[in-house]
């Protein structure tokens, strides 16, 4: 049915507003939203801005019983602009105001508009609005032209664009499809039934509920568990790539609550060794590894002003949650364990590691707060007393600072060195299969005079991790015994000075169990092979097939063949070993 309408004529509203985009004084991030904008806003139709709805602003016009119209802010005023005494009846418009067209005042009206309040005069215009896609044109736009209208003013500077958060399977979450999610329930958590109760009240259309209670309890046969507010925040930080839409998973956020863990756990492992603020009073004299950790520290600093910066929040979190992850719990506590396990015998190595483990988990908590704010407002107010900090809240110091720690690249070189070695070892150990307990000896041969000196640095830290009990170097010339080697640096074939990281095999396993291993593991990967190989050389397959199954046979290929080359090579070096 035709009914009568209210219309704002926008082209003349549009053309300053499409020339605070054009002229810079708006920016959209990712850039590339500007022409959705222009594409909008450069072929604008005229604004209908009324809607048949309970509720909204009433449309500001009021007819006579001719059917005039008379329009003002108030019925009082279109009275006195229309000439009409108080006893004429009018009725009001029963349209309300289409609810963009409210929504575009809010920049300006929620700050006491059109009076020039204080807070209109400190706070508009704002700096950036963070927004969907969906709504560049509903919104953003509508915004940017009430505002420049009424004001004179841009409503912001920039416009952050973010991607929609949808399903696990990428459609988008809607109360008919029966698949959202409320962020309540995955802070508190929530079961199954509750679930579906959630999604199944008040639907639009009845006759889904069966099939949404469905599918709800084959996704969530336990319901969702609690995972917290911290967790659920590291999640949207660390997916929010630019612009990109997230296709939603539980499994992330339980890795990040997961992280949330080793936060928890890593500040109590410091606070366990360290017994009051003046324990670290005095000079503190910095091993490779501490002065490693705050290298890495300052990096971290940098990479999350950089993307900040950038309005690239994933790259600041996954910095975050690399840096504490790998580089502070993987590795700087492991190297700081043997010193402070050991602390009588040094004492020294173990005042300066327990220094920097307070120095740097605090600009690390302080790092991670705006995505983490409460688990990092909890620790930090523990640590702040032996850490030398002060106030009541973590928010009251500042964001670290790019030249809080130190650069020290000899120092990165020398810790960089001794990973790769521990981690060449551990490889060994897991391909023999050798328990990480067992002390084992060592051989290194080849690598340069760089290497000597790093390991020379390192030794100690070396022995410890890798649990060797005795290191040899062998001349560049001379034949190993049989061993299983891992090459850092490099391949044996492209240089002479790739660094050779051998354990000799023959008191760690039994070679011939090994041997009958090697031997059932080839057969299985040649027969994969040549069923692969089969596959490929089928001029049916390879015409029928799609590109992507075709792709995905030649890729296993490809990884068969490095697992068969790997396994007839550890088979040849068993082979000199008497069973």
Not at 203 to 224: F, K, L, W
Not at 312 to 328: I, K, T
Not at 374 to 393: C, K, Q, V, Y
Request: with cysteine; proline share 5%; glycine share 6%.
């Amino acid at each position: 049915m035709l009914t009568d309408q209210w219309y704002v004529r926008a082209d003349v509203l549009a053309k300053p507003a499409v020339e605070a985009v054009e002229n810079g004084s708006i920016q959209f991030v990712p850039r590339q939203y500007e022409n959705m904008y222009f594409s909008w806003m450069r072929k604008i139709e005229d604004w209908c801005i009324s809607r048949q709805q309970w509720w909204g602003h009433r449309i500001p016009a009021w007819y006579d019983e001719s059917g005039n119209i008379h329009v003002g802010r108030t019925e009082s005023e279109a009275r006195d602009r229309a000439g009409l005494a108080d006893d004429v009846p009018l009725m009001q418009d029963e349209d309300v105001l289409d609810t963009w067209f409210s929504s575009a005042l809010w920049t300006f009206g929620t700050l006491g508009w059109p009076e020039r309040t204080p807070e209109l005069a400190t706070y508009h215009p704002t700096d950036v609005l963070v927004t969907g896609y969906d709504i560049i044109f509903f919104w953003v736009a509508r915004m940017v032209m009430m505002t420049l209208k009424f004001t004179g003013e841009v409503p912001f500077r920039k416009v952050h664009i973010h991607g929609m958060v949808r399903d696990a399977e990428g459609a988008k979450m809607s109360k008919t499809r029966g698949n959202g999610l409320d962020p309540m329930d995955i802070i508190d958590g929530i079961t199954t039934d509750g679930l579906v109760a959630k999604r199944t009240a008040n639907m639009t259309q009845p006759r889904m509920a069966e099939a949404i209670e469905a599918r709800t309890r084959r996704e969530y046969p336990n319901g969702i568990p609690a995972y917290g507010t911290d967790a659920l925040r590291f999640a949207f930080c660390a997916m929010a790539s630019q612009g990109r839409d997230l296709a939603f998973d539980l499994k992330r956020i339980e890795g990040y609550r997961n992280f949330c863990n080793k936060l928890w756990n890593a500040t109590r492992f410091v606070l366990g060794h360290v017994e009051g603020p003046g324990e670290l009073d005095g000079p503190i004299h910095e091993a490779p590894a501490d002065r490693w950790i705050r290298s890495r520290s300052r990096h971290l600093a940098d990479t999350a002003h950089r993307s900040v910066a950038n309005y690239r929040f994933d790259l600041y979190a996954n910095a975050v949650y690399e840096f504490a992850w790998h580089e502070f719990c993987d590795w700087y506590v492991e190297l700081t364990k043997p010193v402070l396990f050991e602390a009588a015998n040094y004492p020294e190595e173990a005042r300066a590691a327990k220094k920097t483990l307070l120095d740097v988990l605090e600009l690390l908590l302080r790092a991670a707060h705006p995505i983490v704010p409460f688990i990092t407002e909890t620790l930090w107010l523990r640590i702040a007393p032996f850490h030398g900090s002060t106030g009541d809240t973590i928010m009251h110091r500042s964001f670290p600072g790019t030249d809080e720690q130190p650069l020290d690249a000899d120092a990165e070189e020398a810790i960089e060195w001794l990973k790769a070695v521990v981690t060449a070892v551990r490889n060994v150990r897991g391909e023999l299969n050798v328990s990480p307990g067992r002390m084992i000896d060592l051989l290194l041969q080849g690598g340069g005079s760089e290497d000597r000196r790093r390991y020379g640095e390192c030794e100690s830290l070396l022995r410890r991790l890798a649990r060797v009990e005795a290191v040899r170097w062998l001349d560049e010339d001379a034949e190993p015994p049989p061993v299983s080697v891992q090459i850092i640096g490099g391949h044996a074939e492209s240089t002479s000075q790739a660094l050779k990281v051998m354990v000799p095999m023959a008191d760690l396993i039994d070679a011939d169990v090994e041997r009958a291993r090697l031997t059932k593991a080839i057969a299985g990967a040649e027969k994969d092979l040549r069923r692969v190989e089969a596959k490929l050389a089928n001029s049916n397959f390879l015409a029928k097939a799609p590109p992507a199954v075709v792709t995905k046979e030649r890729t296993k290929g490809q990884r068969l063949r490095g697992e068969l080359g790997a396994l007839r090579d550890q088979l040849t070096r068993l082979h000199a070993i008497r069973g």
